[in-house]
């Protein structure tokens, strides 16, 4: 069965769309089949896989409010085993359209349950506020990656949705872990991102990945190509660094399964 991601905070600007996109093709590239679903109304992720919002296909709008199967949603990316189910406007009036729905804050969770054997990681892009779409993704998600710009009010901002989880955990009976919090937008010749990454990782201690990713150009301009770093610019520095996190959460997954497994 997959493991599934909400990439996820409540602020934005801070790297989501890019983590998604660039996590899910560097996994991808481990010859591991990802299935992203672009929870996002701007619908970013999928424009930034270089796939089209093609109307007449069905996107994740119809899978939550209509009769569309999730699989039957799902579309192909120009990089073998990478899928996605598209975002596109219809998504803008699906927090009020859900309201009235019987199970809405269950809603992607139950649709999304077919797949679950057919992909390895199944990575939700959230969008950047706490409504319906983001509940529906925590609800259907087993943990979140937390990714966060090395910036002034950070670690106010990583620990009010830390607390939206705590709250989530009780309210919902759902045990959401934190697969981890991602350093985005890193540039270590600052005092201020040396200062945040050293007050996030004495705070939140291993809970803080340990690849960063680096502020970079070349990871900017990859999604207005319709490309992932991995193709866009293969040996950036960007590249390298979700690679990295690709592996780092591959191990992390091993030795999670590890620990569960009967002795």
């Known amino acids: 069965m997959s493991r599934v991601f909400a990439i996820t905070n409540q602020k934005g600007g801070v790297g989501k769309t890019t983590t998604a996109i660039n996590l899910a093709a560097s996994l991808a590239a481990n010859d591991i089949k990802v299935l992203v679903i672009d929870s996002d109304p701007q619908g970013n992720c999928t424009s930034g896989l270089g796939v089209s919002k093609d109307p ?5 709008y119809h899978v939550l409010l209509g009769d569309t199967h999730a699989r039957d949603a799902v579309r192909p990316t120009d990089l073998d085993g990478l899928s996605i189910i598209t975002a596109d406007k219809n998504l803008i009036g699906s927090n009020l359209e859900l309201i009235d729905i019987e199970r ?8 999304i349950a077919e797949l679950r054997n057919d992909y390895q990681f199944i990575l939700i892009d959230c969008p950047p506020a706490l409504d319906l779409l ?10 979140v990656v937390v990714p966060i710009q090395c910036e002034f009010f950070a670690l106010e901002g990583v620990s009010e949705l830390i607390d939206t989880i705590e709250r989530i955990r009780e309210a919902f009976q759902h045990p959401l872990e934190i697969e981890g919090i991602l350093l985005t937008m890193y540039d270590d010749r600052t005092n201020l991102t040396r200062q945040v990454a050293a007050d996030l990782r004495e705070f939140f201690k291993d809970e803080v990945f340990q690849t960063t990713i680096p502020r970079s150009i070349r990871l900017a301009e990859a ?4 490309k992932p770093i991995l193709t866009y ?3 950036s520095k960007g590249a390298e660094s979700y690679i990295q996190l690709a592996k780092e959460i591959l191990i992390h997954e091993q030795t999670r399964t590890s620990a569960q497994s009967p002795r």
């Not at 007449?56 to 994740?60: E, G, H, I």
């Not at 999604?223 to 319709?226: A, R, V």
Request: proline fraction near 10%; aromatic fraction near 6%.
């Open 104 to 111: 809405r804050e269950y809603r992607l969770r139950d649709r």
């Open 56 to 60: 007449d296909k069905p996107s994740l």
């Open 233 to 235: 610019d293969p040996r």
């Open 223 to 226: 999604p207005s190509f319709g």
């Open 134 to 143: 983001t509940l529906n993704a925590l609800l259907a998600a087993d943990a």
